[in-house]
């Protein structure tokens, strides 16, 4: 006895949701400040051994303490060194916030609200801190000003316009996850594609297992 064909079920597939200008602005943005990132740690680092060369030798001829000048030379190689590593780690999590938000993950767009709000609090008191440790860690007005004098003169006023472009750049990427079109894309869910004939295919019958049992009741052929 034949059975019925189970009909075929149809798997589900969703349809590729098109990403808006908010949300592709937001993921660039975010690989841009990436690749400044690296950028500036590295610039820091080249930069680093003339730096402490210029600092040193104007130091010995303002007649600077050996003491200060051991203590500003740490000062000028730890701090490229520890920019660089904070350089590459950020910017390996701002890509891993990019491709997440380009791909729609909810959780990724709160993650970077998060780290938007880090960056910002962090970099200001970054700034102040440095400014203050700067200052206050020499009272010999000859130390700041072979420190000032050791550095290029072009890098201190990128430094300060990266500081900033870095701040807007946070400012940026977190306004254009909340903006409206950012929001229906996230919240959007993926629909299904109607069956062949517009609906679900209806469920075969039941089958009976005694039915090989029971006597056919189709006449024999002659």
């Known amino acids: 006895m034949s059975y019925p064909a189970s009909p075929l079920v149809q798997q589900p597939v969703t349809t590729p949701r098109r990403r808006p200008g908010a949300v592709v602005g937001a993921g660039g943005v975010l690989l841009l400040m990436a690749f400044g990132s690296v950028l500036y740690g590295a610039t820091g680092l080249a930069l680093m051994p003339g730096i402490i060369d210029r600092f040193q030798a104007a130091a010995f001829t303002a007649g600077v303490t050996v003491d200060e000048i051991d203590s500003a030379t740490r000062l000028l190689r730890g701090v490229p060194i520890a920019a660089a590593f904070v350089g590459v780690v950020g910017a390996v999590l701002l890509v891993v916030l990019a491709i997440g938000t380009l791909r ?10 998060v780290v ?7 970099g200001g008191l970054a700034a102040v801190f440095g400014f203050a440790q700067r200052i206050g860690s020499w009272s010999d007005d000859a130390v700041i000003q072979a420190l000032t ?17 870095q701040a807007l750049g946070y400012v940026v ?34 089958v009976d297992p005694t039915d090989w049992q029971r006597p056919s009741t189709t006449p024999a052929a002659m």
């Open 149 to 165: 004098a050791a550095h290029p003169g072009w890098w201190l006023w990128t430094s300060a316009v990266l500081s900033v472009l």
């Open 173 to 206: 990427v977190a306004l254009l996850l909340a903006s409206p079109a950012a929001n229906a894309y996230f919240r959007r869910t993926p629909s299904l594609p109607p069956g062949p004939t517009g609906s679900a295919p209806p469920p075969p019958p039941p």
């Open 104 to 113: 729609g993950n909810s959780a990724v767009r709160v993650a970077a609200w």
């Open 116 to 122: 938007c709000g880090v960056g910002l609090v962090g």
